[in-house]
């Protein structure tokens, strides 16, 4: 899925599968991959439209659809150290 980055405290970056009516969330803290379904695409406009992505996502759509992880990985920064 190709996904968009967003300017949000929570993501960093959304897609749709329009198809398949699957939201897909890249968590800016961990990098964790979800997806949420069935979402209907009006649901997903809204969201992208929507003043405040973080409170959208919140107040409509965590764990009122369906919720897969799909990537695990944390984005943990290189750190270089002198020696």
Do not use: C
Request: aromatic fraction near 14%; charge should be positive; proline fraction near 4%.
């Amino acid at each position: 899925m190709r996904r968009h980055n967003v300017k949000s405290t929570l993501f960093k970056s959304v897609g749709y599968y329009m198809d398949e009516k699957i939201l897909e969330v890249e968590f800016r803290e961990t990098g964790e991959v979800w997806q949420y379904s069935p979402f209907p695409q009006l649901a997903y406009k809204k969201f992208v439209n929507s003043i405040s992505l973080d409170d959208f996502f919140i107040s409509r759509i965590r764990n009122k659809y369906k919720e897969q992880l799909i990537d695990n990985k944390i984005n943990i920064p290189n750190k270089e150290t002198s020696l």
